[in-house]
């Protein structure tokens, strides 16, 4: 696992998604600008974790889909239905 490229990608990816810049909210009585959230990824030797879910190994077929989307440059695509905006 080449751990440089992958923290590569997720930069570019952040600069794609605009990171650090606020965006309009709409509430009841008007709107406010607010930050979105990010997404927690913990790269291990043998796998990664995304948000506080289950330890994913390499291996898993899954796994290496969404590393494969992210060196590829594209937002995960198993978070695309809860998060059509991207994150």
Aim: hydrophobic residues 35%; aromatic residues 10%.
């Amino acid at each position: 696992i080449d751990f440089d490229l992958i923290l590569e990608k997720v930069k570019e990816l952040n600069v794609l998604a605009e990171e650090g810049i606020s965006q309009i909210k709409r509430t009841p009585w008007g709107a406010r600008l607010t930050q979105p959230e990010p997404l927690p990824l913990t790269l291990y030797r043998n796998g990664i974790v995304m948000f506080d879910g289950p330890f994913r190994p390499y291996e898993d077929p899954s796994t290496q889909q969404c590393l494969q989307d992210i060196l590829d440059g594209y937002f995960p695509s198993e978070l695309q239905m809860c998060y059509p905006d991207g994150i």
